[in-house]
């Protein structure tokens, strides 16, 4: 396939290394032309607005960290809706808020264009090894032009309805989910920690028994190991999501109890200073009412 690539942070980089090794044609464009270099030696093009990059495409995907930067280069003069042609499909992987994306989709049908919501789950990791989980919704159509693109960067991919929308939607719930994981497992550590038991033996057991799943293995190694000072998903991206679910949660008139408490978490972890942290530095806080020693 002819594929651009918007958005080059670590999972953009990640997933735009997939499609090269997998054979496709990829252009790419960020803001920042550097973060293009490794992808660049591998082969692929560079456009220099996302109209170019959109011109001649298959499909156009788009990595970006919210509704602002995903409108900022989807709309205008210079954006990729005024290149993408007849045909082509714009697919989505940024986790966004349903309300953009619904939006969004009718701008396209508008113009008689398409696009597909496809937001992943994975860390930068797993978008490097084409080991995402990919979910999407769009029209049954679209989804099978795009399907080798999807296929090739992760490794199942999940199809859900045929509004956009609906993919945002599930993306939020799983982050959702995620931060509510973080939140018990650094209470769980702390009291751990405070009888005397290594948080390391704790995530051992958990992790070696009931609670054997990634989310479990990957987030109880950061917080037994204090790695969240190194980011993979940084804090304030997750203080996003957070604000994001809530936000759909309210206008379909839905309480979200624990969403508010990781809510107070990441105001306050960011109030300790954490922005530049991973988002499972918001488990650290438990230690601290803990009492324990930093």
Known sequence: MKIGLIGLGNMGVGIGG???????????????KDKADALLAQGARWAD????????QDAVLTMVADDAALLAVTRGDNGLLAGLGAGAVHVSLSTVSPALVEQLAQEHAAQGKALVASPVFGRPDAAAA???????????????????????????LFEIGDQPQQAAL??????????CVIEGLGEGAALAEKAGVAPEKLIEVLT????????????GALIANAGYLNPGFALPLGQKDNRLVLQAAEGLNVPLPFASIVRDRFVRANAQGLAGADWSAIASLSRQDAGLPD
């Open 170 to 179: 599930v993306k939020l719930i799983g982050n959702f989910l995620i931060s």
């Open 208 to 219: 070696g028994s009931i609670f054997a799943a990634p989310v479990y293995q990957v987030y």
């Open 130 to 156: 084409a080991k995402l989980f990919v979910v999407a919704s769009g029209k049954p159509e679209h989804i099978t032009a795009v399907r080798p693109a999807l296929e090739c960067i992760g490794q199942k």
């Open 49 to 56: 607005t996302p109209r170019e990059l959109a011109q001649g």
């Open 18 to 32: 997939s499609l090269l090794r997998d054979g496709h044609s990829l252009t790419v464009y960020n803001r920042s």
